[in-house]
Protein backbone atom coordinates (compact mmCIF):
# COMPACT_ATOMS: atom_id res chain seq x y z
CA UNK A 1 0.00 0.00 0.00
CA UNK A 2 2.83 2.06 0.05
CA UNK A 3 2.52 3.64 -3.61
CA UNK A 4 -0.41 6.25 -2.76
CA UNK A 5 1.64 8.82 -1.02
CA UNK A 6 2.99 9.58 2.31
CA UNK A 7 0.98 9.64 4.93
CA UNK A 8 0.74 11.37 8.22
CA UNK A 9 4.24 12.31 10.42
CA UNK A 10 5.13 9.25 12.33
CA UNK A 11 4.51 9.10 16.29
CA UNK A 12 5.92 7.47 19.34
CA UNK A 13 4.06 3.85 19.08
CA UNK A 14 3.53 3.62 22.69
CA UNK A 15 1.64 6.71 22.38
CA UNK A 16 -1.13 5.62 20.05
CA UNK A 17 -3.86 8.52 18.96
CA UNK A 18 -6.34 10.15 20.63
CA UNK A 19 -7.84 6.50 21.18
CA UNK A 20 -11.12 7.20 22.98
CA UNK A 21 -12.05 10.12 20.32
CA UNK A 22 -10.81 8.06 17.19
CA UNK A 23 -12.75 4.99 18.77
CA UNK A 24 -16.20 6.59 19.13
CA UNK A 25 -16.44 8.06 15.91
CA UNK A 26 -15.02 4.90 14.08
CA UNK A 27 -18.29 2.78 16.29
CA UNK A 28 -20.48 6.10 15.32
CA UNK A 29 -19.98 5.09 11.23
CA UNK A 30 -19.41 1.60 11.47
CA UNK A 31 -20.29 -0.10 14.55
CA UNK A 32 -18.70 -1.58 17.90
CA UNK A 33 -15.65 -3.84 16.87
CA UNK A 34 -16.86 -7.06 18.28
CA UNK A 35 -20.31 -6.49 16.29
CA UNK A 36 -17.93 -6.58 12.83
CA UNK A 37 -15.65 -9.21 14.10
CA UNK A 38 -17.65 -11.70 15.79
CA UNK A 39 -15.38 -14.67 16.32
CA UNK A 40 -12.13 -12.80 16.17
CA UNK A 41 -10.87 -12.13 19.84
CA UNK A 42 -7.68 -10.68 21.12
CA UNK A 43 -6.12 -13.54 23.35
CA UNK A 44 -5.26 -12.91 26.37
CA UNK A 45 -6.11 -9.61 25.70
CA UNK A 46 -6.23 -6.63 24.14
CA UNK A 47 -2.50 -4.87 23.52
CA UNK A 48 -3.69 -2.41 25.94
CA UNK A 49 -4.81 -4.15 28.08
CA UNK A 50 -1.89 -6.55 28.15
CA UNK A 51 0.12 -3.54 28.15
CA UNK A 52 3.35 -2.70 25.95
CA UNK A 53 5.30 -5.43 26.96
CA UNK A 54 3.48 -8.51 27.73
CA UNK A 55 5.17 -12.05 28.72
CA UNK A 56 4.03 -13.05 25.20
CA UNK A 57 2.24 -11.51 22.04
CA UNK A 58 -1.52 -10.76 22.30
CA UNK A 59 -3.29 -12.27 18.89
CA UNK A 60 -6.17 -11.88 17.04
CA UNK A 61 -7.25 -15.33 16.88
CA UNK A 62 -10.69 -17.30 15.32
CA UNK A 63 -11.63 -19.02 18.51
CA UNK A 64 -14.16 -21.02 17.42
CA UNK A 65 -12.46 -22.44 14.32
CA UNK A 66 -9.49 -23.88 16.70
CA UNK A 67 -11.90 -26.97 17.37
CA UNK A 68 -12.68 -27.68 14.20
CA UNK A 69 -8.65 -28.00 13.41
CA UNK A 70 -7.53 -24.27 12.29
CA UNK A 71 -5.04 -22.39 13.58
CA UNK A 72 -6.20 -18.78 12.05
CA UNK A 73 -4.93 -15.71 13.53
CA UNK A 74 -3.69 -12.16 13.16
CA UNK A 75 -0.63 -10.67 14.96
CA UNK A 76 -0.25 -7.32 16.40
CA UNK A 77 3.00 -5.40 16.83
CA UNK A 78 3.48 -6.18 20.68
CA UNK A 79 4.97 -8.88 22.51
CA UNK A 80 8.35 -8.78 20.54
CA UNK A 81 11.86 -8.02 21.18
CA UNK A 82 12.83 -6.01 17.98
CA UNK A 83 13.60 -2.32 18.73
CA UNK A 84 11.98 1.30 17.43
CA UNK A 85 11.16 1.58 14.55
CA UNK A 86 10.29 -2.16 14.72
CA UNK A 87 9.12 -2.09 18.11
CA UNK A 88 8.76 -5.00 18.88
CA UNK A 89 6.95 -7.90 17.15
CA UNK A 90 8.46 -7.32 13.85
CA UNK A 91 7.71 -10.69 11.57
CA UNK A 92 9.18 -8.99 8.44
CA UNK A 93 12.71 -10.08 7.50
CA UNK A 94 13.57 -7.39 4.56
CA UNK A 95 12.45 -4.06 6.53
CA UNK A 96 16.04 -3.20 8.14
CA UNK A 97 15.35 -5.24 11.47
CA UNK A 98 17.56 -7.73 12.88
CA UNK A 99 17.50 -10.88 11.29
CA UNK A 100 17.56 -12.81 14.72
CA UNK A 101 15.33 -10.47 16.67
CA UNK A 102 12.91 -11.42 13.71
CA UNK A 103 13.33 -15.22 13.75
CA UNK A 104 13.03 -14.91 17.57
CA UNK A 105 9.53 -12.78 16.84
CA UNK A 106 8.40 -15.48 14.82
CA UNK A 107 9.34 -18.41 17.40
CA UNK A 108 7.50 -16.52 20.13
CA UNK A 109 4.31 -16.36 17.24
CA UNK A 110 4.67 -19.87 16.24
CA UNK A 111 4.90 -20.82 20.24
CA UNK A 112 1.95 -19.34 21.18
CA UNK A 113 0.03 -20.37 18.61
CA UNK A 114 0.61 -24.34 19.30
CA UNK A 115 2.64 -23.86 15.68
CA UNK A 116 6.32 -24.56 17.06
CA UNK A 117 8.70 -26.62 14.78
CA UNK A 118 6.26 -26.17 11.66
CA UNK A 119 8.09 -24.46 8.76
CA UNK A 120 6.39 -21.36 7.70
CA UNK A 121 5.33 -21.38 3.98
CA UNK A 122 5.55 -17.07 2.63
CA UNK A 123 5.48 -15.49 -1.01
CA UNK A 124 7.43 -12.99 -2.27
CA UNK A 125 4.41 -10.52 -2.27
CA UNK A 126 4.34 -8.75 -5.52
CA UNK A 127 0.57 -6.96 -5.34
CA UNK A 128 -0.76 -9.46 -8.26
CA UNK A 129 -2.83 -12.32 -7.91
CA UNK A 130 -0.46 -14.98 -8.07
CA UNK A 131 -1.45 -17.88 -5.41
CA UNK A 132 1.11 -20.61 -4.05
CA UNK A 133 -0.28 -24.27 -3.73
CA UNK A 134 1.79 -25.65 -1.30
CA UNK A 135 1.94 -29.38 -0.41
CA UNK A 136 3.87 -31.89 1.42
CA UNK A 137 7.38 -30.74 2.42
CA UNK A 138 6.83 -27.51 0.70
CA UNK A 139 5.72 -29.63 -2.89
CA UNK A 140 2.91 -28.68 -4.74
CA UNK A 141 -0.09 -30.22 -4.43
CA UNK A 142 -1.61 -31.64 -6.83
CA UNK A 143 -1.60 -31.12 -10.76
CA UNK A 144 -1.15 -27.65 -11.86
CA UNK A 145 -4.72 -26.27 -13.17
CA UNK A 146 -5.03 -24.80 -16.41
CA UNK A 147 -7.58 -22.71 -15.92
CA UNK A 148 -6.22 -21.04 -12.63
CA UNK A 149 -3.96 -18.43 -11.73
CA UNK A 150 -2.10 -20.32 -8.95
CA UNK A 151 1.24 -21.99 -9.37
CA UNK A 152 3.04 -24.91 -7.60
CA UNK A 153 5.29 -24.29 -5.03
CA UNK A 154 8.68 -25.54 -4.92
CA UNK A 155 10.59 -27.29 -1.72
CA UNK A 156 11.46 -25.30 1.05
CA UNK A 157 14.96 -24.18 0.72
CA UNK A 158 17.45 -24.06 4.05
CA UNK A 159 16.94 -22.43 7.10
CA UNK A 160 15.02 -22.84 10.41
CA UNK A 161 11.39 -23.60 10.43
CA UNK A 162 10.40 -20.16 11.00
CA UNK A 163 12.41 -18.32 8.50
CA UNK A 164 12.30 -20.36 5.18
CA UNK A 165 13.29 -18.74 1.70
CA UNK A 166 9.87 -17.59 -0.31
CA UNK A 167 8.26 -19.94 -2.66
CA UNK A 168 8.15 -17.86 -5.65
CA UNK A 169 6.22 -14.61 -6.41
CA UNK A 170 2.55 -14.43 -5.54
CA UNK A 171 0.05 -12.89 -2.70
CA UNK A 172 -1.80 -16.07 -1.82
CA UNK A 173 -1.03 -19.43 -0.49
CA UNK A 174 -3.15 -22.18 0.06
CA UNK A 175 -3.03 -25.89 1.19
CA UNK A 176 -4.10 -28.96 2.45
CA UNK A 177 -1.10 -30.31 4.70
CA UNK A 178 -1.19 -29.95 8.31
CA UNK A 179 2.71 -29.77 8.34
CA UNK A 180 3.17 -26.52 7.50
CA UNK A 181 1.84 -22.43 8.39
CA UNK A 182 0.54 -19.99 5.48
CA UNK A 183 1.45 -16.66 6.50
CA UNK A 184 1.43 -13.33 4.85
CA UNK A 185 3.03 -9.91 6.58
CA UNK A 186 1.15 -6.78 6.41
CA UNK A 187 1.44 -2.87 7.21
CA UNK A 188 -1.80 -1.80 5.92
CA UNK A 189 -2.78 -3.99 3.40
CA UNK A 190 -5.69 -6.48 4.19
CA UNK A 191 -4.64 -9.87 5.64
CA UNK A 192 -7.04 -12.46 4.19
CA UNK A 193 -7.37 -16.35 6.30
CA UNK A 194 -9.87 -19.15 4.68
CA UNK A 195 -10.65 -22.21 5.99
CA UNK A 196 -12.91 -24.86 5.16
CA UNK A 197 -11.98 -27.06 8.02
CA UNK A 198 -14.63 -30.05 7.27
CA UNK A 199 -12.05 -30.28 3.67
CA UNK A 200 -9.10 -29.93 5.19
CA UNK A 201 -7.94 -26.94 2.82
CA UNK A 202 -6.89 -23.32 4.22
CA UNK A 203 -5.52 -20.43 2.48
CA UNK A 204 -3.90 -16.88 3.26
CA UNK A 205 -4.17 -13.79 0.99
CA UNK A 206 -2.21 -10.52 1.00
CA UNK A 207 -4.91 -7.95 -0.69
CA UNK A 208 -3.43 -4.22 -1.58
CA UNK A 209 -5.08 -2.38 -3.40
CA UNK A 210 -3.52 -3.30 -6.71
CA UNK A 211 -3.68 -7.50 -5.76
CA UNK A 212 -7.98 -6.45 -5.03
CA UNK A 213 -7.77 -5.00 -8.40
CA UNK A 214 -6.69 -8.06 -10.28
CA UNK A 215 -8.95 -10.37 -8.34
CA UNK A 216 -6.47 -11.67 -5.81
CA UNK A 217 -9.09 -12.56 -3.04
CA UNK A 218 -10.90 -14.52 -5.64
CA UNK A 219 -7.95 -16.47 -6.96
CA UNK A 220 -7.22 -17.63 -3.12
CA UNK A 221 -11.06 -19.13 -3.01
CA UNK A 222 -10.99 -20.62 -6.18
CA UNK A 223 -7.43 -21.91 -5.64
CA UNK A 224 -9.24 -23.52 -2.22
CA UNK A 225 -11.64 -25.15 -4.35
CA UNK A 226 -9.05 -26.69 -6.42
CA UNK A 227 -7.93 -28.35 -3.54
CA UNK A 228 -11.49 -29.73 -2.86
CA UNK A 229 -12.74 -26.86 -0.35
CA UNK A 230 -16.38 -25.64 -0.74
CA UNK A 231 -16.96 -22.21 -0.38
CA UNK A 232 -20.00 -22.08 0.61
CA UNK A 233 -18.19 -23.94 3.84
CA UNK A 234 -15.33 -21.64 3.79
CA UNK A 235 -14.72 -18.91 6.36
CA UNK A 236 -13.02 -15.87 5.38
CA UNK A 237 -11.18 -13.51 7.97
CA UNK A 238 -10.23 -10.03 7.42
CA UNK A 239 -8.18 -8.59 9.44
CA UNK A 240 -6.51 -5.24 10.26
CA UNK A 241 -5.59 -3.18 7.64
CA UNK A 242 -5.71 0.99 6.89
CA UNK A 243 -9.31 2.15 7.06
CA UNK A 244 -11.21 4.07 4.75
CA UNK A 245 -11.17 6.98 7.35
CA UNK A 246 -6.84 7.48 6.92
CA UNK A 247 -6.36 5.60 3.23
CA UNK A 248 -6.76 8.85 0.85
CA UNK A 249 -5.69 7.57 -2.50
CA UNK A 250 -6.22 9.40 -6.21
CA UNK A 251 -8.78 9.28 -8.40
CA UNK A 252 -7.23 5.96 -10.80
CA UNK A 253 -6.78 4.12 -7.46
CA UNK A 254 -10.30 4.38 -6.13
CA UNK A 255 -11.41 4.12 -9.60
CA UNK A 256 -9.51 0.85 -10.17
CA UNK A 257 -10.75 -0.35 -6.88
CA UNK A 258 -14.30 1.17 -6.44
CA UNK A 259 -15.43 -0.20 -9.93
CA UNK A 260 -15.10 -3.89 -8.83
CA UNK A 261 -15.80 -3.50 -5.37
CA UNK A 262 -18.35 -0.38 -4.43
CA UNK A 263 -18.36 -1.24 -0.76
CA UNK A 264 -14.64 -0.35 -0.76
CA UNK A 265 -15.04 3.16 -1.31
CA UNK A 266 -14.95 5.44 1.61
CA UNK A 267 -13.73 9.09 2.42
CA UNK A 268 -11.64 9.98 5.21
CA UNK A 269 -12.43 12.17 8.25
CA UNK A 270 -11.72 15.23 6.39
CA UNK A 271 -13.64 14.49 3.32
CA UNK A 272 -10.80 13.59 1.13
CA UNK A 273 -11.61 10.43 -1.28
CA UNK A 274 -10.79 6.72 -0.08
CA UNK A 275 -10.67 3.27 -0.15
CA UNK A 276 -11.46 0.64 2.92
CA UNK A 277 -9.43 -2.15 1.56
CA UNK A 278 -10.62 -4.59 4.09
CA UNK A 279 -14.42 -3.60 3.22
CA UNK A 280 -13.47 -4.82 -0.34
CA UNK A 281 -11.96 -8.01 0.89
CA UNK A 282 -15.22 -8.56 2.58
CA UNK A 283 -17.17 -7.78 -0.86
CA UNK A 284 -14.73 -10.03 -2.57
CA UNK A 285 -15.15 -12.93 -0.34
CA UNK A 286 -19.03 -12.58 -0.80
CA UNK A 287 -18.93 -12.53 -4.16
CA UNK A 288 -16.19 -15.60 -4.81
CA UNK A 289 -19.29 -17.24 -2.86
CA UNK A 290 -17.59 -17.44 0.64
CA UNK A 291 -20.10 -18.98 3.15
CA UNK A 292 -18.68 -16.64 6.29
CA UNK A 293 -17.08 -13.80 6.29
CA UNK A 294 -15.61 -11.84 9.44
CA UNK A 295 -13.82 -8.45 9.25
CA UNK A 296 -11.71 -7.45 11.89
CA UNK A 297 -12.83 -3.46 11.33
CA UNK A 298 -9.41 -2.47 13.22
CA UNK A 299 -7.57 0.57 11.31
CA UNK A 300 -4.00 0.10 10.93
CA UNK A 301 -3.19 3.86 10.76
CA UNK A 302 -5.55 4.88 13.78
CA UNK A 303 -4.39 2.11 16.14
CA UNK A 304 -0.69 3.10 16.67
CA UNK A 305 -0.13 0.82 19.78
CA UNK A 306 -1.48 -2.17 18.15
CA UNK A 307 -0.67 -2.21 14.50
CA UNK A 308 2.75 -1.25 12.05
CA UNK A 309 1.41 1.09 9.76
CA UNK A 310 3.84 1.76 6.63
CA UNK A 311 1.42 5.07 5.83
CA UNK A 312 1.37 6.53 9.11
CA UNK A 313 5.09 5.72 10.13
CA UNK A 314 6.13 6.88 6.29
CA UNK A 315 8.22 3.10 5.40
CA UNK A 316 10.06 2.48 8.65
CA UNK A 317 8.07 0.21 10.41
CA UNK A 318 7.94 -3.52 10.98
CA UNK A 319 5.11 -6.15 9.52
CA UNK A 320 2.51 -7.91 11.05
CA UNK A 321 1.28 -11.37 9.80
CA UNK A 322 -1.64 -13.11 8.98
CA UNK A 323 -1.22 -16.64 9.55
CA UNK A 324 -3.50 -20.12 9.45
CA UNK A 325 -3.12 -23.82 10.04
CA UNK A 326 -4.55 -26.97 10.04
CA UNK A 327 -4.33 -28.63 13.01
CA UNK A 328 -5.40 -31.88 14.65
CA UNK A 329 -9.20 -31.54 16.11
CA UNK A 330 -9.22 -30.18 19.37
CA UNK A 331 -5.26 -29.62 19.86
CA UNK A 332 -4.82 -25.98 18.82
CA UNK A 333 -4.73 -23.39 21.14
CA UNK A 334 -3.35 -20.07 22.56
CA UNK A 335 -1.34 -19.78 24.98
Same mark, same amino acid.
Given at each position: ????????????????????????????????? !?? !??????????????????????????????????????????????????????? /???????????????????????????????????????????????????????????????????????????????????????????????????? $???? *???????????????????????????? *???? /???? $???????????????????? $??? !??????????????????????????????? /?????????????????? /???????????????????????? *?????????
Amino acid at each position: MSGDGPGPAGRDWRAGPPQAARAAERDRRVGPP !RA !RAAGLVWRPGTPEAVGPDPAWPPVLVAEDLLEAGVVAAFTGRTGGSSAPPFATLN /LGLAVGDDLRRVLANRRRVATVLGLAGRPWALARQVHGATIVRVGAAGHGAGPPAADGPWVEARAFGQGPPEGKPPLGEADGLVTADAGVVLAVLTADCA $PVLL *ADPGAGVVGAVHAGWRGLAAGVVEAGVA *AMAG /LGAD $PAATVGLVGPAVGGCCYEVG $PDV !REAVGARYPAALATTRDGRPALDPAAGAGLA /LERAGVGEVRVAGECTVD /LAGRHFSHRRDQGRTGRQAGLIAL *APSGTGGVR
